[in-house]
């Protein structure tokens, strides 16, 4: 049996597939994971994946291509060539599964199976309803077992990457906690002046501090390491990151691709989340976390990417010493 597994969203959307996908590959020959490029380094990450077919779609992301006839019909050969018996779609709550499907009969998929509150007329053959506010660890787990992929004995359905081992050479040695300041958009991160004087206290309680982000967040990452943080942006691509947050002792973050990935390795999240999509669905799956920020402000529920509300009330009032607070409770463990 050859499968099909598609999220064409953001990084941290296919990581919480990843548990799908295990579920799939127990019982397929082959698996195929069809993602945006900014999802493929996390679907090359997960165990069960045979390949990565990259493409983007024009109804997805903050700015989605032009539809092309061309490239779809180029995508549609492929997954014809792929010789795909079966295929998932898996999407958000809030997205249709249709086009994605519409575009799978085209190269002949003789079985998908999605969530969908659409009538989906001969697009689909296992039409799922999602259990309301179910995380999306857990829907697409759900979507999985309807479509004839229970989760495997003894799998305990958390997300989970390959091969993710420190990294001393980028760290140093010794026990360490990660602060990763940055988010795809502005709603979701709290502020720069914040995380930069949570860093200078992690570091006056006796913490080491290591700041992480990506290629185009050099100067926050400086900014808010300062002088006392051991600055990482644009140093870690994503198995390296992968590697830093495994041998943290906890990760603080926002509501963004690098704490589904601290949850995938295991680490525990100090988690900034921003309401503007509900913690249930997307919050860290599987780990000790704690949860910062006020998830009855205005702005929940919005999808908003800038914040709706003067001075960002739902993360700003949570104060550096608030972080200090749940770092150490997370590092003590359970009670």
């Known amino acids: 049996m050859r499968a099909l597994v598609v999220r064409l ?6 990581l919480l597939a990843g548990p799908a996908v295990r579920a799939v590959a127990h019982r397929a020959d082959r698996v195929a994971v069809l993602c ?4 493929a380094p996390a679907a090359r990450m997960l165990p069960g994946v045979d390949e990565v077919l990259v493409w983007e779609a024009p109804w997805v992301g903050f700015t989605p291509p032009p539809v092309d006839r061309t490239d779809i019909g180029r995508l549609v050969d492929r997954v014809a060539a792929a010789r795909v018996d079966v295929a998932l779609v898996l999407t958000s709550f809030h997205q249709s599964p249709l086009p994605a499907a519409l575009l799978l009969r085209m190269a002949g998929v003789p079985h998908i199976a999605a969530d969908c509150v659409d009538a989906p007329g001969s697009l689909l053959d296992v039409r799922h309803q999602r259990a309301p506010r179910a995380h999306e660890v857990e829907a697409a787990l759900d979507l999985a077992e309807a479509a004839g992929f229970p989760r495997p004995p ?3 359905g958390r997300p989970r990457v390959r091969h993710a081992r420190g ?3 980028l760290t140093g040695e010794g026990p360490y906690v990660v602060v990763h300041p940055g988010a795809s958009v502005a709603a979701r991160r709290w502020s720069p002046e914040r995380c930069a004087h949570a860093v200078q206290l992690l570091a006056g309680a006796g913490h080491r501090v290591v700041v992480t982000g990506g290629p185009d967040e050099r100067d926050l990452t400086a900014f808010v390491a300062g002088a006392d943080g051991l600055d990482l942006g644009g140093r870690t691509a994503p198995p390296q990151l992968a590697a830093v947050l495994a041998a943290a002792g906890v990760v603080v973050t926002g509501n963004t691709g690098p ?3 601290a949850a995938a390795v295991g680490t525990p999240v100090v988690s900034l989340f921003s309401p503007v999509v509900p913690a249930e669905r997307w919050g860290p799956y599987g780990v000790p976390h704690v949860l910062l920020g006020d998830q009855t402000a205005p702005c929940a529920a919005t999808r908003a990417r800038e914040c709706p509300v003067p001075g960002h009330p739902c993360l700003d009032e949570v104060t550096a010493e608030d972080v200090v607070a749940a770092v150490g409770k997370l590092l003590d463990g359970p009670a």
Request: proline share 11%; no cysteine.
């Open 167 to 169: 990294a001393p050479d």
């Open 9 to 14: 969203d953001s990084f941290g959307d296919v």
């Open 259 to 261: 704490a589904h990935l």
């Open 154 to 156: 003894g799998d305990d």
């Open 36 to 39: 945006g490029p900014v999802g």
